[in-house]
């Protein structure tokens, strides 16, 4: 049986309700991180156009319950993306420039941040996650201030 959107909401202990349907459903579709008005935008495709509020209260449950990850910009901003699942784990390049996003993996950075987590926990702290963000200017702003 497949599972709908619905019952992932209500397994993780949800409410459902369809703007937090159709913010899962633009994630998906979207594939990347999107700042809320990004969100926003892509919503108003769906006809929904929800309170700033009533969309910020509905992503910090869908962080809340594990189903989207929250990524603090450098200059305070904030974008969401769909929480990676364990094969597709990847860290992010932030533009401190235009806040473009860039994911990055890097095999030997894992088992890195493995070993450190096996000694921490030889101090008694368990490690559950871990999240990496590198930032800079990317190739457009980098060639932009070259000029
Ligand atoms: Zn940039
Ligand atoms: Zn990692």
Redesign the pocket.
């Known amino acids: 049986m497949q599972t709908t959107r619905r019952d992932e909401i209500r397994a993780n202990g949800l409410h459902v309700t369809v703007l937090k349907e159709k913010i899962l459903d633009v994630f998906e579709k979207i594939e990347e991180p999107l700042s809320v008005p990004e969100l926003l935008k892509a919503l108003n495709r769906y006809r929904l156009t929800p309170h700033k509020t009533t969309l910020y209260r509905e992503l910090e449950s869908l962080v809340g319950a594990g189903l989207l990850e929250e990524l603090k910009l450098h200059d305070g901003l904030r974008s969401y993306e769909l929480k990676h699942e364990k094969e597709n784990h990847h860290h992010h390049f932030i533009?401190?420039?235009?806040?473009?996003v860039i994911d990055f993996n890097n095999p030997q950075l894992e088992t890195l941040i493995k070993k450190t987590a096996s000694a921490l926990k030889r101090k008694g702290v368990s490690v559950r996650n871990h999240a990496l963000n590198l930032y800079g200017?990317?190739?457009?702003?980098?060639l932009?201030t070259s000029r």
């Open positions: 533009c401190e420039k235009c806040s473009n200017d990317c190739t457009q702003c980098s932009k």
